[in-house]
């Protein structure tokens, strides 16, 4: 199977197989799935070609359970790792310095992610590239409870891990899809963007509608501050008594 490469060579799933095989596709799942340095590794893509390369009994000869099962361990594995470091570092990985292959944003994502999903983003993060990277190390900074963080572990291993493999084995199948098999990764990496590109369009729309309502806010609040309302303090140099010393002498 030829495949249009999607950057460098040693990015593109089909090469990757090819010259890695099984141990080659384990070891990416576990460095993309919580080491900082597997960020850029071709996750989603990979799963795919493998699960298509399974059912076409190309390069991978091995049933597609086992290939499975052992993508779902590496998974899980990799969030543990990343977890176990996240505890480890702690808070200080938010002051580490910016370099070639470690960028502050990057945390920050995986922090926002983590913050707005609570546990269930280890599931949902598995399916949106870097964030899935950076996620269980923040949820080990964050001191999330184990069992909590291996259930959700789990669960994201699974469906993720076995499922896009499944899928890959699945469509493999049809000619058309084995035919056009390079139009297909490349729609499996806009179909993995796209929830980040979403988050920012919704982020960046809820600013916009926030700015104009904070300012009329402000000039209510200097308008309200100006007037004499019912609870209004006296003026000075009177008091509550005064009025009632006034009537007093009147009637004198």
């Not at 495949?3 to 460098?8: I, Q």
């Not at 596709?25 to 960020?39: M, P």
């Not at 076409?56 to 977890?83: F, K, R």
């Not at 870097?130 to 409870?145: D, K, L, N, Q, Y």
Request: aromatic share 10%; glycine share 12%.
């Amino acid at each position: 199977m030829t495949v249009l490469a999607l950057g460098p060579s040693w990015l593109d799933p089909d090469y990757l197989i090819q010259t890695f095989g099984l141990i080659g596709i384990l070891v990416i799942v576990f460095a993309e799935s919580g080491l900082l340095i597997g960020f850029f590794l071709p996750g989603d893509s990979l799963l795919f070609t493998a699960g298509l390369l399974v059912a076409t009994d190309q390069y991978l000869h091995y049933p597609l359970w086992l290939v499975c099962t052992l993508i779902v361990i590496a998974a899980v594995l990799g969030d543990q790792a990343g977890y176990l470091f996240g505890r480890k570092v702690g808070p200080s990985l938010f002051r580490r310095p910016d370099s070639r292959l470690f960028k502050q944003e990057n945390v920050e994502k995986g922090h926002e992610f983590f913050e707005k999903y609570g546990p269930k983003s280890l599931v949902l993060a598995r399916f949106v590239p870097i964030v899935r990277t950076f996620t269980p190390i923040i949820a080990g900074v964050s001191r999330m409870r184990y069992r909590s963080f291996l259930i959700f572990n789990v669960v994201g291993g699974v469906l993720w891990g076995a499922g896009v493999t499944l899928l890959g084995a699945l469509l493999g199948q049809i000619a058309a899809v084995r035919e056009h098999i390079e139009l297909i990764l490349i729609a499996i990496v806009v179909l993995s963007v796209m929830p980040i590109v979403i988050e920012y369009l919704r982020a960046r729309k809820k600013n916009k509608k926030a700015q104009p309502e904070a300012a009329r806010s402000a000039g209510a609040d200097e308008t309200s501050g100006g007037a004499d309302g019912p609870g209004a303090a006296p003026p000075a140099g009177t008091s509550p008594e005064s009025g009632g010393g006034r009537r007093r002498h009147a009637r004198r």
